[in-house]
């Protein structure tokens, strides 16, 4: 088993829908979660970080972290063409050693 | 330009020859790791430091070799290239917690 899973779609939505993408984590202790945003052919780019449980919200972003049940979840509000990317999510995992682990991504087509 | 950058950005190399893909980061951070990512198989970790001189091996070292004398640059050497090396390569960086990515390396091995 994945120590983060993530579907990876492709998910298309039309422009304007609510957008949720999901992981789920198989270790209790991670406490930090990341989403990426990565554009076709660049780098990924940090969109939220969140610790532990709750929600965190940017604009038309919502990061939402449920450890009782290992999920972590990202809400685009309003989508927009522009959004549409491969969008990763990640933890810190275990321990001090600076390394994420990531899901596969989900790769999401916001149509006009 | 401050951030990382990564050279070259696009690069084809034949099966055997030594290729070496160049990072460098400007906000002096301790972490840095180098990544491939695959269609299927996503972000996997090849190697990454936690400083000057201390390396570690990712889930997917077998054929790549890392250095890192100065804190800002973490060269990635491919020994002798092979097909399935063909991939995009991102470096990354990471002080107490957020990790950037830098623009990635194209490599193609023939």
């Known amino acids: 088993q994945k120590e983060v899973e993530q579907d990876p779609g492709p998910l298309s939505v039309p422009e304007g829908a609510i957008v949720s993408l999901n992981c789920t984590y198989s270790n209790s202790a991670f406490q930090y979660f990341m989403w990426y945003r990565q554009y076709s052919r660049k780098g990924p780019e940090l969109l939220m970080y969140?610790?532990?449980?709750g929600n965190k919200e940017d604009g038309r972003f919502t990061a939402q972290v449920d450890k009782s049940s290992k999920y972590i979840s990202l809400f685009i509000r309003d989508s927009q063409p522009s959004d549409s990317a491969t969008y990763l999510c990640a933890t810190h995992g275990s321990g001090n050693t600076g390394k994420l682990i990531f899901g596969q991504g989900t790769t999401l087509q916001v149509k006009p | 330009d401050a951030g990382i950058t990564q050279s070259p950005r696009y690069k084809i190399t034949e099966t055997g020859r030594q290729v070496t893909l160049m990072c460098h980061q400007t906000?002096?951070?301790?972490?840095m790791f180098w990544y491939r990512q695959d269609l299927g198989h996503g972000l996997r970790l090849i190697y990454y430091s936690a400083a000057a001189d201390i390396t570690d091996k990712g889930e997917v070292s077998d054929g790549y070799v890392v250095s890192r004398s100065k804190t800002e640059n973490f060269p990635l050497t491919l020994e002798s290239a092979t097909r399935s090396q063909t991939s995009v390569y991102f470096c990354a960086s990471s002080g107490i917690s957020e990790q950037f990515f830098g623009p990635g390396t194209r490599l193609t091995v023939l």
């Open positions: 906000w002096s951070h301790s972490y």
């Open positions: 969140t610790y532990s449980s």
